[in-house]
């Protein structure tokens, strides 16, 4: 054997167990028994540890594109220094990126930045839009395909042209390609009809600010979302491809997506670590302004959003990390509609799970369910998301015991904040393996540039429906 990782607890979406681990040839070799471990040339002590499988974040907005554009706010090599920190060995990009890919050419562009720049695997989710293009990226091993529910504004930051669709016609035939093609569709849902009138009403108090913002967003018990993801539900029962709805926020969400599942709808969402930590405290809000948003999620709905996740409607837990600069969110303060939303996750979000479930708000294992074994088996990642042979050695060894506090000072980002600042957290990732190489160590990135490859989604899945 390469490696051994020995005297761990390791935990499973199934179970948790003391016993060592076996690497060869980046793979997962064994799982033993204490005291049954075959002999190795590296033997790593993860006594006192829990060994969990690698983290897979579906949904990670990595800013850097084939042409300049937002590569201030994160590089690929930073957007997955992060991951490498935070536990997360697979990381999958969002096409709001310059320019945004949405063919097979600058699909094969943006690619390129991360066979040159990545640390941990990854995959990238280009935009729908353009029909022909559509079999050509499906072949190309791509997770799923995103589009954001939106009018194009015009505007360059966060939906530029080529990446939204609004009009219902549109997005049915969309989900049509998308079914044919066997490729999940990501969509962030979005009633810009009902938020033009929102938006006028506060705008018309003179009501601008962040916090007018964040009321607007959540106004009418979250009709904007709902609305949304009533329509894409109807429109994917008459198209048939497998919709995932992304930053599920409202317990009404929720519960519209369980009647989906409970119908036979091939339905699965996500819920991101903001709509449970950050946007659900008012207070956190009026302190942090645009630096709290993405968006406000008012507190009735958290027992419902835990109770999606504890019983699976919700079906996996991924990041929507998304940095913005200081100045970016200062402006917040005066105009909330100009401050960029989103808000950077990625580096401890895992750390915030962990937490919760040692807090008795989910078991540990749902959290390895939601946050790597779910995603790998919803989106077909060959061979991850399991510590089983024959699946990538990818893994995190993270201590439950020991409390450590978030702090802007060690944020990897290039923007170098948290909303999360001066939060007390357990759960720490101590190492990060990706393929049976340690990338993150003691505090310390050591991958290199390059290292990661794509986490393509299985081959035979596609073909057995394309056939
Ligand atoms: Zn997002």
């Known amino acids: 054997m390469d490696t051994l990782i020995k005297n761990g607890l390791i935990i499973t979406a199934d179970g948790r167990f003391p016993g060592s681990i076996a690497i060869r040839n980046g793979q997962i070799a064994g799982v033993f028994e204490p005291g049954a471990e075959p002999e190795a040339k590296e033997i790593i002590d993860a006594s006192g540890l829990a060994v969990l499988p690698g983290i897979i974040d579906m949904h990670s907005h990595h800013r850097q594109g084939s042409a300049k554009g937002f590569e201030y706010k994160d590089t690929i090599h930073t957007a997955t220094m992060q991951c490498a920190a935070g536990g997360v060995t697979t990381s999958v990009g969002m096409p709001n990126v310059t320019p945004p890919p949405n063919s097979v050419d600058l699909l094969e562009k943006q690619f390129a930045i991360y066979h040159s720049d990545s640390i941990v695997d990854w995959n990238f989710n280009p935009a729908p839009t353009i029909a022909n293009e559509m079999p050509g990226m499906a072949a190309t091993g791509i997770a799923a395909f995103k589009i954001f529910m939106v009018v194009d504004t ?13 009009d219902h016609g549109k997005l049915l035939e969309i989900m049509q390609r998308c079914a044919e093609l066997n490729v999940p569709l990501m969509v962030h849902p979005h009633d810009q009809a009902l938020m033009d009138v929102i938006e006028q009403t506060y705008w018309a108090r003179g009501e601008r600010d962040a916090l007018a913002y964040a009321k607007a967003y959540a106004a ?5 979302w709902e609305t949304a993801i009533a329509t894409l539900l109807r429109l994917q029962r008459a198209a048939g491809c497998h919709l995932h709805i992304l930053h599920t926020q409202t317990a009404g969400s929720v ?7 409970a119908a036979g709808q091939k339905v699965t969402c996500e819920l991101n670590p903001w709509a449970l930590f950050l946007g659900c405290d008012w207070g956190a809000i009026q302190r942090l302004g645009s630096y709290a948003l993405s968006y406000w999620v008012p507190e009735k709905n958290v027992p419902g959003l835990w109770q999606g996740v504890n019983d699976g409607t919700i079906d996996i837990i991924a990041t929507d990390h998304a940095p913005h600069t200081r100045e970016e969110k200062e402006i917040g303060w005066t105009d909330g509609w100009k401050a960029h939303t989103g808000t950077p996750s990625t580096q401890f979000y895992l750390s915030m799970f962990l937490t919760a479930a040692l807090e008795g708000k ?19 990642l060959d061979k991850k998301g399991e510590i089983r042979p024959g699946f990538d050695a ?18 990897l980002s290039l923007v170098g904040w948290s909303p999360y600042a001066g939060r007390k957290v357990k759960g720490k990732p101590v190492r990060t393996i990706v393929r049976g190489r340690t990338v993150y160590k003691d ?5 290199e540039k390059g290292f990661g490859k794509q986490a393509k989604a299985s081959a035979p899945a596609r073909a057995a429906k394309a056939a």
């Open 154 to 166: 015009g505007r360059d930051y966060p939906h530029m042209p080529g990446i939204g669709m609004h």
């Open 443 to 447: 505090g310390k990135v050591i991958g």
């Open 362 to 380: 989910l078991p540990l294992e749902r959290v390895v369910e939601a946050c790597s074994t779910a995603p790998a088996r919803l989106f077909k």
């Open 220 to 224: 009418h018990d979250g009709v904007i």
């Open 255 to 261: 519960q519209l997506i369980r009647e989906a599942k």
């Open 394 to 411: 990818d893994l995190v060894l993270v201590d439950l015991e020991s409390e450590y506090e978030i702090r802007d000072e060690d944020v």
